[in-house]
């Protein structure tokens, strides 16, 4: 199976801040990556998909970059509603699976 | 709009029986292929299982292969999950998930889950 490791489980910010969480395989997964966010109580929403590409409707303010086995997730400029955990995801090789996840809370 | 509502939860006995549904509307379901994604209390998502949009191809984790089975009614625009030989581990909101048209394992319809509870 291939394993997603997230750079950290929490992370403090603030409002305006640039955060950037990173996600890495255990084995070359090309750009087969998706990111998601979950706030409590809800079901993970997708953010990117194809390591880079913006899922419509979500804000510009997130990014996502890299491939093979390193990848991630940038916030230009963390909004209130943004503090949530957020999770990697790849698709190359089943079974499909997450990253532990990263909770982004308020420094 | 899309929707997915699942329903069959509850609190059952290791080593019992119990059936999730999801009933889909706001697109064509016969379409699609299908997920059931976990998430135990606490944890990350976990995939469990994928059924084509004819039901021909299913694929499972390794943590439920051999005691699920994922299974559709396109007629009914039902989705189901039979789980079979239920263990504590199993414990976990589960839910039922539409992929992307043109990358159907990206998970972007989530339904709101559906709970079931294993006691150790």
């Known amino acids: 199976d291939i394993q997603l490791t997230q750079s950290a489980s929490f992370l403090s910010a603030s409002v305006g801040d640039r955060v950037t969480i990173t996600c890495r395989a255990s084995q070359d997964i090309s750009n087969d990556l998706a990111w998601y966010q979950q706030k409590p109580g809800k079901a993970p929403n997708l953010l990117i998909y194809a390591a880079s590409t913006l899922q419509s409707g979500v804000p510009s303010r997130f990014s996502g970059s890299g491939s093979g086995t390193e990848f991630t997730l940038t916030i230009s400029s963390l909004q209130p509603e943004d503090f949530a955990t957020y999770y990697c995801q790849q698709l190359n090789t089943y079974p499909l699976t997450f990253g532990p996840g990263t909770k982004v809370d308020t420094k | ?120």
């Open chain 2, 1 to 120: 709009q899309v929707q997915l509502v699942e329903s069959g939860g509850g609190a059952v006995q290791p080593g019992r029986s119990l059936r999730l549904s999801c009933a889909a509307s706001g697109f064509t379901f016969s379409r699609y292929a299908m997920h059931w994604v976990r998430q135990a209390p606490g944890k990350g998502p976990e995939w469990v299982a994928l059924i084509w949009y004819d039901g021909d191809k299913k694929y499972y984790a390794d943590s439920v292969k051999g005691r699920f089975a994922i299974s559709r009614d396109n007629s009914k625009d039902t989705l189901y999950l039979r789980m079979n030989s239920l263990r504590a581990e199993d414990t976990a909101v589960y839910y039922c998930v539409r992929g992307k048209v043109g990358g159907i394992f990206y998970f972007e319809y989530w339904g709101q889950g559906t709970l079931v509870t294993v006691p150790s």
